[in-house]
């Protein structure tokens, strides 16, 4: 595995492969949710999933960092292979993959305690730091990553539930940036916020791709084509089409996935 | 669906003022306004048996926490003392000195009374021997006053609280008329007085014949003792028990049967658990009959059904969301359970804990299998650990004991128990709503 160098200047088109996933399949009991699905996902590049309500994209999302673990109906087959590496190998610990794959879930669930130890619980429980200086400085660092430090620098000892719910979302970012993962992984991040609100997590998402690989999966259309450089269009478990942002909103090549962004379907 | 297009039906928002309502909307109004009366109602009365309750309570137990007691100061001589000692019969010493003493305490006030030894046996019991246990056991006391608080016999004290009166006495040998005429002098000389009855608060049972000395104080402790016990085996236990069962183990058969098991095992009478404790713990283990460590070991198998169910319950209700962002996190099962799960349903496992150790402090069914009830206890046990297993008994064992006998002297000291047991229960709760509180503010 050569380790391409990460510059700001290296276009989409040379990032490396982060995820590759092949014929992934996913039952949930006797439903099977996710059949034959490939898909490549590509380092500091958004690449979003789209598709209509139960056609698998969040439960593909979850199994990226096995979250699918914690539901004991499901069963995933296929290869995940992060780095060259398969997550569902025997050996993997889905703790340490959790570390590395973070996620943001949909409706904003930061912990009951207070702002600043929302964001240091991670950092604490994997030692990322030694002393309380080390600590502090994560997270500012993450808090600054979530676009939100300066809202919160003067509170961080109040708590995070407190805070409206489009802060709040941007401190479970922050919250999932503070263990440095390589990906990131979003459930429909602003499904429960206002424009504004959504207008600023969006451009939070720009600026993540220079650092992560960002995987989101949104029901927005128009979110999906402002944020995301690659696209995949999922329908009843298949992954339809998977391609360039811009190739699959003004070019499709499958009538299905033409006929959802247009509306007539989903 | 035609049946939407059928102009016929009436509307719903039809025409018609605004102003009044319709023959529809009033039912409706009517029926919200009855059910809310029914409402009230039943609140009301509910109230009031809560009312009729206390006041029973209070009005029957209030008698136990008074005594009766007379005062008499004492001096005692050494020679007297030592002409006593050297008697034949030297309580019957002991009691002619205190008769010449109480007789210049009367003649002191002016009040005339006649009586002889015997009606003073009546009266205090055996004055006499108290004396002379007292002098023999403190001889640095002698030549010095000493005042005596002596408690009088629970029929005279019977009469202060209008329980006897000269109609009700039939037999002679305990009480006579003239007696309470002897009650009436002394009262009148300010020898005889009610007192606060700490003996009842902090004393031991006495035997059957003894209603005036009997305590609950003993008990109170021997509950404290179970209680400590059922805490401390069935909140780990049960907690432990709990977050497996929610959060780490597999849904199978075999876990739905443990979950059945264990709904039903809150169901069981609590004299199953007490059979099984006899058979168990002291047939088998050969643990001490009748000490608080079995009560509680028989306490803790009642509560552990009581306390898991609520902890279930309570970790269920932490939000799911909760779990995904530890987890997201890439903190390990257990961390999330013990970071961020536990602490959120502690206010819940504490009122589970709370209504379980309530529930376990009221049983009265398993303490009589395992021998807690009965006249056990002389005295308090030597030290902390060993009233662990001396025998005691518990206060609603004691009060069920107290219930049985014959004297009507013992039926208040069952009341005035029951008072102390839900004075025991209510700061118990204040403890455990206090420590909500605490864990409620740290959210």
Redesign the interface.
């Known amino acids: 595995m050569y380790d391409a160098p990460k510059t700001a200047e290296s276009t989409v088109s040379q990032n490396e492969i982060k995820f590759d996933c092949r014929d992934c399949q996913v039952w949930y009991g006797d439903t099977h949710a996710i059949k034959d699905v490939n898909i490549q996902i590509e380092d500091n590049t958004v690449t979003s999933f789209i598709g209509p309500s139960g056609c698998g994209k969040s439960t593909f999302l979850r199994c990226l960092n096995r979250m699918n673990d914690t539901i004991d109906v499901a069963r995933v087959e296929g290869q995940f292979l992060l780095d060259g590496e398969d997550i569902y190998d025997r050996k993997v610990d889905p703790v340490q993959l959790r570390a590395k794959v973070g996620m943001v879930f949909q409706k904003p669930n930061p912990f009951p305690k207070s702002i600043y130890d929302n964001v240091a619980y991670g950092p604490k429980i994997h030692g990322m730091a030694k002393n309380k200086a080390e600590l502090d400085e994560i997270v500012e660092r993450a808090l600054r990553r979530g676009a939100i430090w300066d809202e919160v620098k003067d509170r961080l000892d109040q708590p995070g539930t407190g805070l409206s719910g489009g802060q709040q979302q941007r401190l479970c970012i922050a919250r999932a940036v503070a263990t440095e993962p390589e990906v990131l992984l979003m459930d429909e991040p602003c499904s429960a916020l206002d424009p504004i609100a959504t207008a600023l997590v969006e451009e939070l998402i720009d600026e993540l791709r220079t650092r992560y690989s960002v995987v989101i999966v949104t029901h927005s259309m128009q979110q999906a084509a402002r944020v995301s450089q690659k696209t995949a269009f999922f329908h009843l478990g298949n992954l339809v089409e998977f391609g360039d942002t811009g190739e699959i909103f003004t070019n499709p090549n499958d009538p299905r996935t033409e006929s959802y962004i247009t509306g007539r379907i989903g | 669906m035609t049946d939407a297009s059928i102009d016929t039906a009436p509307a719903a928002g039809g025409k018609g003022s605004l102003l009044g309502s319709d023959a529809r909307t009033k039912k409706r109004n009517a029926a919200e306004k009855r059910f809310r009366l029914y409402g009230m109602a039943a609140i009301a009365i509910g109230l009031f048996f809560l009312l009729v309750l206390f006041v029973s309570i209070i009005r029957s137990g209030a008698p136990a926490f008074t005594r009766t007691v007379v005062d008499v100061e004492f001096t005692l001589t050494q020679a007297e003392f030592e002409a006593a000692e050297s008697e034949l019969f030297k309580t019957k010493a002991y009691s002619n000195l205190f008769i010449q003493k109480l007789k210049s305490q009367l003649d002191a006030a002016g009040v005339e009374a006649e009586f002889d030894e015997s009606a003073i046996e009546r009266l205090l019991g055996k004055v006499g021997s108290t004396l002379r246990e007292f002098y023999r056991a403190n001889p640095e006391q002698l030549g010095q006053p000493v005042d005596f608080e002596l408690a009088a016999s629970s029929r005279v004290d019977g009469y202060f609280k209008g329980r006897v009166s000269r109609d009700t006495l039939q037999d002679s040998r305990f009480l006579q008329v003239s007696d309470l005429d002897l009650v009436d002098r002394l009262e009148e000389a300010g020898v005889i007085r009610q007192a606060f009855n700490w003996p009842f608060i902090t004393g031991a049972d006495s035997g059957v014949d003894n209603p005036g000395g009997a305590g609950i104080g003993a008990s109170v402790v021997g509950s404290f003792f179970m209680m400590l016990v059922v805490l401390a085996l069935s909140l780990p236990i049960g907690v432990a028990a709990s977050i497996y069962l929610e959060e780490f183990a597999?849904?199978n058969r075999w876990t739905d049967l443990i979950e059945v098991n264990i709904s039903n095992l809150a169901a069981v009478p609590s004299i199953v658990f007490g059979i099984l404790g006899l058979a168990v713990f002291i047939q088998f283990m050969h643990l001490p009959q009748s000490a608080p460590l079995v009560g509680g070991l028989v306490l803790t198998l009642m509560t552990l059904p009581t306390i898991i169910i609520s902890t279930r319950a309570s970790l269920r209700a932490v939000?799911p969301?909760?779990?995904?962002?530890?987890?997201?996190?890439?903190?390990?099962k257990m961390?999330a359970v013990f970071?961020?799960v536990l602490p959120?349903a502690m206010p819940g496992i504490l009122t589970g804990t709370i209504i379980g150790l309530a529930q376990a402090l009221g049983e009265t069914a398993p303490l009589l299998l395992i021998g807690m009830v009965g006249f056990v206890a002389r005295g308090y046990p030597d030290g902390f650990i060993a009233g662990f297993t001396e025998p005691n008994s518990a206060m609603p064992a004691q009060i069920y004991t107290w219930a049985t006998r014959a004297d009507a002297g013992f039926y208040e000291k069952a009341w005035g128990g029951i008072i102390i047991l839900l004075a025991f229960l209510l700061t118990m709760n204040i403890i455990a709503i206090i420590l909500r509180r605490r864990f409620e503010r740290r959210?």
């Not at chain 2, 969301?321 to 390990?332: F, K, M, T, Y």
Request: positive net charge; charged residues 15%; hydrophobic residues 40%.
């Open positions: 597999p849904k939000p969301s909760i779990r995904d962002a530890a987890l997201g996190v890439g903190a390990s961390q970071h961020h959120l959210w």
